[in-house]
Structure formats: structure tokens, C-alpha cells
């Protein structure tokens, strides 16, 4: 049974932050890309840039690309035009900024190559660095070393650090360049509607807030699930895995999202305060490593599409026994959401997509007696991709009033109109943190699940199988509850 509760109106993604309908126009800006030749910048921030550029005709953006790579004004304007033409991203300020944007070569360890990139933007910059992180360090090495230009500002991509001292190591290193409100630590799922909107379904509903907390909600599931595999990453992705991939970073900030307390406004240090606040309470389910769960693909086939083995996969090196499939159970310890297990999964070359947040209600605390067939607990589910929200409850079903049926009141909801590297970017050309990560979360991510890395480096956990195609492995429990074990 479907009830469309209420479709938005089509607008704006974005909630928060300085570019709200009615405030001023952009300034212009200059957008750096350090490693501009590489994947990253050709398929998500440029055109990200381009669908930001088609939605704001009056934004003056300058786009510098700089890389190692040779290439000429004219090859590097042609990869800008793809990128763009790839999302559609027409209009004024996609041609303003395709006309001006150059190229230059530049090696961003040297110091010389640095004050050179500098010197050609006409406005203070924001500095992307789509780079490898052992080079954005030595680049920020170099930069501290420069005066910079007042504004400037810095872009950086996960994995942020490789653990908790090495996060810590590179926010005092960025500290010495810039303030921290002038540094974003990108996390494009911040960027992402359905992830933005959490705020408004949380804090602007009489209903649903005060059903958030361990008196109604018995579990909580984070799941993103992707029929995507390897997709010529290995060297990226095997010495990373599912677990700091997408749970250590991604899953661990929407979950902050999901359970933070009310902020007082919607403004940068308002909302990473709260979400500090979240992440600072969390902590592996009974403080056990052991209720983890890391497995990796076998051959298979994912919507018709064939696959080798993870451990055959091209740049895979086996002996790292990288998982592709991780689970983690955490618990946030305040007064809200003690007791609630909140259950974080992620991996490729699945069945299906299934990307997710599903809050499970307790039963009422009397069901009268002659309801039949009460099996399932209402659910809050969120679709993060597709966006889309519903909740599920239980009513009566045709005939017979007494047995119980499901029905669903479904939000269709705008995805809105940027992106998430459009919203992403827009943040950071803007000057608005809202949607980067702060230094002290970076850290706490790695400080959640440090004892589960070194649990499965430890071998205490096993390295299970699951045939590329399928739901993962079919020993595995289903869910948050069935995962987590009694608490001491
Ligand atoms: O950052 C990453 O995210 C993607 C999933 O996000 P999506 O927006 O592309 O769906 C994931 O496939 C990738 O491994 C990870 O590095």
C-alpha cells in the first residue's frame, strides 16, 4: 500500500549557508586544481563546476588546472568543455569561465612551481588538492612556507591522514597555511541532498524529532551498498578498503548527521560543533573490534557484467587481503542514543544498489490482542540514492479489520539542482565550511575505527568470501539487531 505523503517543490538542494536565495552575488573567485590531469578532477569536479557554474549564471568562477601532465591551453580548454558538457552545464558563467581557465604545468612539491601557480590567480584561491595524500602533504609543505594571499583557501581530499596521529599530524600542518574555516576537508556525501536534508526532516518537524532517540528507536542501519567493483582503482582502493573507503569517512559523518543534537543555527561552527559532539560519544558496539565484519568478493557477475576474483583484479596485490565488503556497530553513549545499535555497511560488486538509512521503531508498549500478523516495526527509511524518504507503519488491511497490513507514506523530494561536488564546490568557493569536515572529526573517525583495523590487521577477525553479484556473505546476520550481541 503506498500514501504519497507530499512531493516538494522543486528548488534548491542546498539549505544551509551564505548562498541562500535572496543573499548577494558570488564574488569571483579563482578555482586551483592541483593534479587537474587526473580522474578525479575530470569526472566529479568538473563537472560538479560546470553544473554549479549552468545554476548560477552571475558567478565568476577563474579555473586554473595545474599537473605534471604536458598539455597545451587548447587541451586542457577541450577536458574543461567535456567535463562540462558531461552534466549539460551550459549558460553565462560556463562560457565566462571556459574562455579564461589556462593550464600550467607545475611540479606542487617545489616551492618555486607554487609561487608561480599563485602568482597567475586574479583572486585569492582556493586550492583543490586532487592528489594522492602523501604529495597534498609535501605540496602543504611547501605552502607554509609562502605568504599567501589573505582568503586562500584549502581543498582536501579523503583519505585524510592514514590514521589518527598522521590526521592529527596534517591539521597542525595545515593550521601553520591557513585558519581552520578556511579549510575543507571534502566529504562529498555532506554535499549530497538526501544527506542535507536530514536537517530539515530533523529540525524543522514537531513529529519526527522527538521519535530520534533510544525511547522509540530500537536500531539504526547505514548501508551503502554498490554494484560498482574495482572500476580501475586498485591503487587507490586495496591499500584503503571498504572500511576507511566509506565507513571511516562517508558513513561515519552522515551517522553524525542522523543522531547530533539540535544546532542552534544552521551555520558551519553551529553544525560541526554538534556533529563533534555525536562522533566525540561514539564507540565500537560493546568496545568489541569482534563485532565487525570484513569480506571480499570472488568471482562473479554483477548485472550481467563479469568478474575476476578481487584478489585477481588488476594492481590488487592479495597479500594486503583488502576487504571490499566492511560492517561496524556503533553505539553514540550520550543520554539520546545509549543502548541503540547503529549498524554501518558498505561494499561493492553487490547484487544491487542499496544505499540507505533505515531507523527501526520498538514495538508499541501494548498491542491489543486481537490484531493478527503484527510482525514488522514501523520504519523511517531514507534513500540517499535515489532520494527519496518513507516511513513504513503498520494499519489495517483490507477485510478483515483485525489483521494488520503495511502501508507507506512516501516523500518524493527534489534532488535538487546541484550535484554533490556542485554543493561541495559551491561551499568552498563561498567561503562556508557547512559541508567540509572540521580537523577534530577527521580524527575521531580514525579514533572509531582504529581497534577494528587493527583487529582485522591482527587476523582476530576473518577475511570472508562473497561471489561478486551477490548480498554478501550468506553467513552473515541481517541487520543491526541480529548483529550485535547482548551488551556486558
Ligand atoms: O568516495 C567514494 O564514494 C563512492 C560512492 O559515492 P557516489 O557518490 O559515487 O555514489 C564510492 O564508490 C567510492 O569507492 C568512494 O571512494
Redesign the pocket.
Known sequence: MFFYLAETQPGRGRVVGPSIQGMPDPRPSTLLILGASGDLAAR?LMPGLGMLLAHEPKRRVQLIGSGVEDLTDAEWKKRVKSSFDSEGAKGPAVTATLKNTKYIKADVTAKADLEGLLAACDNPPALYFALPPAITEKACAQLAKIELPDKTSLALE?PFGTDERSAKRLNTLLLTIVPESRIHRV???LG?STVLNLLGLRFANRLIEPMLSNRDVESIEIV?D?Q?AL?N?AR??DH?G?LV??IQ??LLQVMAVLVMEAPATLRAEDVRDQKQLALRATHLWNDDPSTSRRARYSAGSVAGRKLPAYKNEDGVDPALGTETLAEVVVEVRNMRWAGVPILMR?G?ALASHR?EIIVTFKAPSHVPPEFKTLKTADRLRIC??PDEMSLELNVNGPGDPYVIDRATLKADFNPGDLP?YGEVLQGILDGDATLSVRGDAAVEGWRIVAPVLKAWKSGTVPLDEYPAGSNGPKSWPTGAAEATPAKR
Request: zero cysteines.
Open positions: 566529479l579523503k566529504d562529498h556525501f549530497r551503502y554498490e560498482l572500476e582503482r587507490y582502493y584503503a571498504a573507503d566509506m569517512s562517508h558498505s561493492k544505499r540517499i540514492a554533490a
